[in-house]
């Protein structure tokens, strides 16, 4: 794969003068978790210039520990960066006590987005499995915000992001399709200048019954 891993999810225990430089949000709305995220980039190893676009991409509470968990997608010119996903928890007073560092610093300079037709990328990633897609209704679900919809067997969906290849951003198109036979759902990230596949995903878990059972699964 030529797609270089950028994103370490090693946890960072904070320190305590570093959880003191965050907001102290008893309520934890997405605007608070924005605020104590921008607030303080250097956490991050980033700088305040690189967080100016972001959404919160999942927040929810762990009744078993009391930990609020949220995820926090960077943006550049309105498209996602791939994989480039940092995590925040707090505990039951709004106070962050670690999070997960997935953020890039920007260059001075990002590219502009260009890229084949969304048809002929499409195409292309029907051939890499054997999944005729001209017929299926192709959806575009770019943005910063996640997309929340159900997934239609019937549908190919496709994403504008930017990801970092060998050390720069490159614009890519993620497409999201389920296989002719119905068995599997793949999620394939094309570099959208020359339909290069980049990585691929089968979001479906493949389980042996016997295998299920022993485990009581």
């Avoid at 999810?9 to 921008?38: H, N, P, W």
């Avoid at 299926?136 to 239609?152: A, F």
């Avoid at 479906?204 to 485990?215: E, I, K, N, R």
């Amino acid at each position: 794969m030529y797609m270089k891993r950028f994103l370490i999810s090693s946890i960072v225990t904070l320190s305590g003068s570093l959880m003191g430089l965050f907001a102290q949000e008893a309520s934890l709305s997405k605007d608070a978790v924005l605020r104590a995220v921008r607030t303080n980039p250097a956490a991050f190893g980033v700088r305040a210039s690189d967080l100016n676009q972001l959404a919160v991409q999942d927040l929810y509470f762990s009744r078993h520990n009391g930990i609020t968990h949220a995820y926090v997608q960077q943006g550049v010119n309105g498209k996602k960066i791939y994989q480039a996903i940092s995590g925040v928890h707090f505990d039951r007073n709004g106070k962050p006590v670690y999070l997960t560092k997935g953020f890039l610093s920007l260059p001075e300079q990002i590219p502009a987005f260009t890229a084949l037709p969304a048809a002929v990328l499409v195409q292309k990633a029907g051939l890499l499995h054997e999944t005729d897609l001209a017929a299926r209704k192709v959806q575009d679900i770019s943005g910063l915000e996640p997309y929340r919809g159900e997934y239609n067997p019937e549908t190919v969906y496709t994403e504008q992001v930017f990801a970092q290849v060998h050390g720069k951003l490159q614009p890519s198109m993620r497409i999201i399709f389920q296989s002719a036979d119905g068995t599997d759902w793949w999620n394939l990230l094309m570099d959208a200048t020359t339909g290069q596949l980049l990585e691929e995903h089968n979001w479906t878990l493949h389980c042996a019954p016997a295998a299920a059972a022993a485990a009581g699964g």
